[in-house]
């Protein structure tokens, strides 16, 4: 088990480390210069360059690499090049705001995918099914950046009941994580289904049957009891997706997370403040990635011996 | 022909020739009407103007140029440098096979979208760089998905055969390996087209996909967002549209893989 989780941990800095290397070195070899956006183009030549050497531009790529990751260490992430404040203040300040979106989507998602995908499993090949799973098609198939408006459209402009943006109060909460949480019921209930039909043919539930158990002891005690561990799984392969969408939702309702600072920064230029937002969503996918995967060799002892 | 098969196929149809015949067409895309501003629908324009009174049926079919040929383009990038890398890095499995499988790893460990966003972001607008963007982050999917597949078909007897005939490597991936692994990946495809519909869609909406005066369907709800109280048409129209095509482009791939995917019609 110790090398088991020796090795994760391992592979998941080796990805962290990576990610922040693709990212860094994206940033420093495209054209259009940091140093000109906040400058202006009427700016004199000697102003550049001592503009460059504070910031540390003028150094060889591979030497400002270095730095970046000794600073990474510290966890000095630099200052943006908008309001000069340090990066790190900036996302310990939007972090909270993208904690609760998520996690408000994510309970959106389990509540609305948990019993759409019990009733299309037990149901099957029926109306209820079909109906489930055309829902379950159609929710995939609605970016949320038509959801968001069309909620807002429905909730917010038609019916008044909420408001359009901002983030004041739970009433504020959700329409977001409506439109965040959606896509994700959508993927999730088909898990549940097809993991729950797997678990239904079982030899133990036909002997729970067999038993003359309730149905409904049948499903709930035997059936979904089990087939929660691989949902829970594909759950944490799914916060990638969550985290992503939260860049367009968050845009969408002037949420004022890390998704917001992505955009902002990507429209200031501001490189630090982007490197950072790309490095902490990359980091805590990985970190629930790898939790997901320990969790998972815990509970299965064929897959952190190799045999899985 | 059931209508599972045929509404998908009539959609994707419909994209396919207004991006095509577009340029054919006699469209105003951005023939600027002020009198027109927001006008829900007039005589010569069903679906109505937008906030600057350009036809939004115009626009449509010049956003359905834009995602059609990002789409495109995108899918066959990837599907073709993902399957070459992921099929060589199969077959010749040693160290070539161990950096090529980190790299995988290394995309598949963190949200694609998020470094498309990125890296949209960092090279600036335009429909070239959001290709190169989205296809930095598809090439992944075909390469684990061919690299999988070879491996599962590479000890088949015609390869051993070809192998003992002396046949290079490069012909037998090429002729007796891709052959044999292309149903998934054409379904991945297939797939691939709803989700990079999607993510050019996305990236245009945050400001990073095409310019003005040119349309995608994203910048076009982008658009409508601001006008939302008053002229809710101008995202209702670009948003349907993207609704049915990705909708078409996953049904299809769900078509497609109960029919081709030959391991499903073995079971039965």
């Not at chain 1, 409506?178 to 993991?195: E, H, K």
Request: charged share 15%; glycine share 8%.
């Amino acid at each position: 088990m110790v090398n088991f989780i020796a090795s994760r941990l391992l592979s998941a800095l080796v990805v962290v480390l990576g990610v922040s290397c693709i990212v860094f070195l994206f940033i420093h070899m495209i054209p259009g210069d940091p140093v000109e956006v906040m400058l202006g183009e009427s700016a004199r030549p000697a102003d550049r360059e001592a503009l460059r050497e504070a910031l540390g531009l003028n150094l060889p790529v591979l030497q400002q690499l270095q730095h970046y990751y000794i600073g990474l260490f510290q966890l000095d992430l630099g200052h943006s090049l908008h309001s000069s404040r340090p990066v790190l203040d900036l996302l310990i300040e939007r972090i909270p705001a993208t904690v609760e979106l998520a996690l408000a989507s994510l309970i959106v998602a389990v509540v609305i995918a948990f019993p759409l995908g019990t009733i299309a499993a037990v149901r099957q090949h029926t109306l209820w099914d079909q109906g489930a799973m055309g829902f379950a098609l159609i929710g995939v198939s609605i970016p949320n950046f038509v959801m968001g408006p069309l909620l807002i459209l429905l909730f917010s402009v038609t019916l008044a009941w909420l408001p359009v943006s901002g983030r004041e109060g739970f009433a504020s909460l959700l329409l977001p994580a409506i439109t965040l949480g959606s896509a994700l019921a959508a993927v999730l209930s088909r898990m549940v289904r097809a993991s729950l039909l797997e678990v239904l043919s079982e030899d133990y539930v036909r002997t729970a049957r067999a038993k003359g158990l309730s149905e409904w002891r049948v499903v709930w005690g035997h059936g979904v009891r089990n087939a929660l561990l691989p949902v829970i799984t594909l759950l944490g392969l799914q916060l990638g997706v969550l985290l992503g969408g939260a860049v367009i939702t968050e845009t969408i309702f002037s949420w004022p997370g890390i998704g917001q600072l992505t955009i902002e920064a990507i429209q200031r230029r501001d490189y630090p403040v982007l490197q950072a937002c790309v490095l902490l969503i990359s980091l805590v996918y990985v970190v629930v990635n790898t939790l997901t995967d320990l969790a998972y060799g815990w509970l299965d002892p064929r897959i952190r011996l190799g045999e899985g | 022909m059931s209508l599972r098969l045929w509404f998908p196929l009539a959609i994707i149809l419909s994209w396919f020739l207004m991006a095509l015949l577009g340029p054919l067409m006699a469209l105003d895309p951005n023939q600027i009407e002020l009198s027109k501003i927001l006008l829900n629908h007039d005589s010569s324009a069903l679906l109505g103007y937008d906030d600057l009174g350009r036809p939004l049926w115009d626009r449509l079919v010049m956003g359905a140029q834009t995602s059609f040929m990002v789409a495109i383009g995108v899918v066959t990038i990837s599907l073709i440098v993902g399957t070459l890398i992921g099929a060589v890095s199969g077959y010749l499995g040693g160290w070539f096979d161990h950096l090529v499988t980190r790299i995988i790893d290394i995309f598949l460990a963190f949200p694609g979208i998020l470094l498309a966003i990125a890296m949209a972001g960092i090279l600036g607008p335009g429909v070239e760089n959001v290709v190169i963007a989205l296809a930095v982050v598809s090439w992944v999917g075909f390469a684990r998905l061919s690299r999988a597949q070879v491996l599962s078909v590479k000890h088949r007897e015609h390869v051993q055969a070809a192998i003992a005939l002396g046949v290079s490597p490069v012909l037998i991936v090429l002729r007796h390996l891709l052959p044999l692994i292309m149903a998934p990946l054409i379904i991945e495809a297939t797939f691939g087209v709803a989700s990079v519909v999607i993510a050019e869609a996305g990236l245009s909406f945050l400001g990073l996909g095409v310019q003005a005066p040119d349309a995608s369907w994203g910048s076009m709800i982008r658009d409508g967002t601001r006008y939302l109280l008053v002229a809710p048409h101008m995202i209702l129209v670009p948003g349907i549209a993207l609704m049915l095509v990705v909708l078409a482009a996953n049904l299809l791939g769900d078509q497609l893989r109960d029919r081709l995917d030959v391991r499903l019609k073995n079971n039965r």
